[in-house]
């Protein structure tokens, strides 16, 4: 697939595997993606499996990611970690704002944009999600509710800080329902999205940002995505429970 950006595909394991599982995952995955250049592959298990993932993946072309973090550096925060211990467990990206944080957790576009400047200034790569609900969807509000968490989870970023910065966009009503977008519905909202960014910053960061999708995409559906002009890759929940499943949206991806 020739693509103006390398496409980045991400596995989010979500509260799933244990440590074992995960290792045997990441080493089903490792199997057939170890020398992938074409596409960059990010693995984002929980918290408890990152060092074991880490360990797995070394000296391969696959990437490490968390699916969280908080915004502090330390300090009293039962429960939360941090950038640079994501870091030390050699973390490049971290997923932020997730709509599971964001509905279960009651994280708002002002947290977001707190973790989203605390990842990059400690070098780690957001993956920043936005995504409307059925509900706004089918009140024509998509577009409101999409500018405004784009506008508020990148808050005072410089294009420099907007570059380093991946976007996911996600419609809550197609993840883990077995819904996907139509590629032309997700190629609006990227489309949406890289106009966005073009009025925050310019056009070349609007050019170069990748642009995720996610909900339901799986082997079946990837490449129809995928071939969009302003899908750059996906971000996969159940389907990035299986070795297989996941490599062969990754190789739609190529
Ligand atoms: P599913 O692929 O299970 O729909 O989940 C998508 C998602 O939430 C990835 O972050």
Not at 87 to 106: A, D, N, Q
């Amino acid at each position: 697939m020739d693509k103006v950006r390398k496409p980045i595909v991400a596995g989010n394991w979500k509260m799933n595997k244990t440590v074992a599982e995960a290792i045997d995952l990441a080493n089903g995955i490792k199997r057939d993606l170890a020398g992938c250049k074409e596409v960059d592959v990010v693995l984002c298990p929980p918290f408890t499996s990152l060092k074991a993932v880490s360990e797995v993946i070394t000296g391969t072309h696959i990437d490490l990611g968390a699916q969280n973090m908080h915004w502090e550096k330390a300090g009293a925060f039962t429960g939360e970690v941090s950038a640079e211990m994501l870091r030390e467990l050699y973390c490049h990206y971290v997923i932020l704002g997730h709509s599971e944080r964001r509905s279960y957790f009651g994280e708002t576009d002002e947290i977001v944009n707190k973790k989203t400047k605390a990842a990059i200034t400690a070098n780690l790569t957001p993956i920043v999600c936005v995504g409307e609900t059925l509900d706004e969807r089918e009140g024509g509000r998509t577009e409101a509710v999409i500018e405004e968490q784009v506008r508020g989870s990148l808050k005072g970023l410089s294009a420099r800080e907007l570059v380093e910065c991946v976007i996911a966009y996600e419609p809550v009503w197609a993840i883990g329902t077995g819904k996907t977008a139509t590629s032309q519905q997700a190629q609006d909202v990227h489309k949406f999205i890289r106009g966005i960014l073009e009025d925050m910053a310019d056009e070349s960061v609007a050019r170069t940002v990748r642009i995720q999708y996610g909900g339901s995409m799986k082997p079946a559906n990837a490449e129809e995505l995928l071939s969009m002009p302003d899908i750059d890759g996906g971000l996969i929940g159940g389907a990035a429970l299986e070795a297989r499943s996941f490599v062969d949206i990754v190789k739609a991806a190529m």
